[in-house]
């Protein structure tokens, strides 16, 4: 890997943001609105005290670290569909850059984006709600490095998918992330799903962050098996992505799609 | 002679049954324009896609600067280029800062004198801090050109470079290819369907029909050789004898 070439894109998506106006709200709006509806909904069902109230605390939580899951995902997909829709896909690939190259600096334009609809909904939900995100504490950190690779791992198969099946895959880009959703209990607990559900929610490295998360919040023990999970789940589906990508690109360049999505 | 630039033996390209590059071997020699000629669907941009590393040959062998495709892409790519009407630039950069980002995908060093350079060489001066989406085709066509000089290729590789072009844009960019290749000794390999920008171009020509090399020569050497007064009688007596 050439850190210069990884720069370079990284430079071209900053470039494109700092003049997009549509394309920051993008980052912004949903998100910012997702909060302000449950924000109302944590006030009203507050009016219910008593055992409800720990589930409630947690939404608010629990929806802005879906988003980190969500635009570390964006990050990847929109980034690769930028290059197509600006017919650049053919500049890069013909040049000196490689595959792994290209992912790492979608992995770096994501950690951007992260980083920046974070601290917007951080510092909303603490100005509107008085909803603190940090009493989750220090576990935030590995839940939010986990989320960010959940993302990524998410992210790696939807580009492929677009990759190999050309735009009419690019719906995938804002839909994919939301298969995983159910069974990734962010707003309830895992065992609420039927009993087979469980059992596949438990390979998805989003529902064992989701529990540590409650139990943090309930104060039910240390989630240290569940980071455990997650993290070795992320490692083997990360290696695993990134090796089908790897595989999905040669697949194109054998049929010749590499130069023709888009068109 | 000198070692030949880039040297093709036995390509092949299949997608699925169909064969659109069908066994064909040449060479490009330093300094030279080769021009590729053949009608619609005839393979040349497959050719050119697979000697940029993006297309995956079904059989043959690619060598450029001596080097094998399959195995050195990364070093060959850095000193290779290409320019073609089917390709574009990010629309939301302005075109200094398109040219910036080619400069460091290829770790260029002093990047802002490269650019000072191809820019006033294609003369784009007046467009250089315009957004690309709001460039005309021609200011278009002459940015994927600075694009592809900028890195200093020893080969540039140019797909119908003339095709979205007026008359006299298209003459400005065949005058400005022609110096480009004076001035910094590079070879060019290049396609296009127009008999008369060949003539004008190409020190040599290879004639592709159906995926096979049909005739292989200077302009010259091959009118002599069937007896035509000019490439397109050449090019309409080989097309209707197949
Ligand atoms: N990815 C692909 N899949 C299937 N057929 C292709 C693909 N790319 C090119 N072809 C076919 O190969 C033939 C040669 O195409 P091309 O190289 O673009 O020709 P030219 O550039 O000479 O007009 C055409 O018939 C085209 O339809
Ligand atoms: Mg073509």
Known sequence: MKLHRIAALITRHLYLYKRSLPRVMEIFYWPFL???????????????????????TFFLGALILWDILFRAQQGITISFLEEIWSRNLMNLFASPLKPSEFLAATMAISIFKVAAVSIILVVAALTFFSYNVFIIGLWLLPFVLNLIVAGWVIGVMTTSLIMRFGQEA???????VFLFQPISCVFYPIEVLPQWLQTIAWYNPAAHIFEGMRMVLNESGRPLLHLAWATALNVVYLTLMIGWFHYMFSVCKERGLLVRIGE | MDAPIAEVRDLVKRFGDFTAVDGVS????????????????????????????????????????????????????????FSSTYISMPYALTVEENLRVVGKLYGLTDIPRRIDEVVKKLEMEEFRNKLTRKLSSGQLTRLTLAKAILTDPKLLFLDEPTAS???????????????????????????SHNMREMEEMSDRIIFLQRGKIVAQGSVEAITRRYGQRDLEEVFLKIAREK
């Open chain 1, 34 to 56: 997702d909060l302000v509806i449950w924000g109302f909904i944590m006030i009203y069902l507050m009016k219910f005290k008593g055992e409800l109230s720990g589930a409630v």
């Open chain 1, 170 to 176: 690019e719906v995938l880009a804002w839909g994919m």
């Open chain 2, 26 to 81: 040449f060479e490009v020699r330093p300094g030279e324009i080769l021009g590729l000629l053949g009608p619609n669907g005839a393979g040349k941009t497959t050719i050119i896609q697979m000697l940029l590393g993006v297309v995956t040959p079904t059989a043959g062998v690619i060598q450029m600067f001596g080097l094998d495709l399959a195995r050195h892409r990364e070093r060959i790519l850095q000193q290779v280029n």
């Open chain 2, 165 to 191: 072009l007026d008359p006299d844009m298209a003459h400005k960019t065949r005058s400005l290819l022609k110096e480009v290749r004076r001035s910094a000794g590079m070879s060019i390999f290049y396609t």
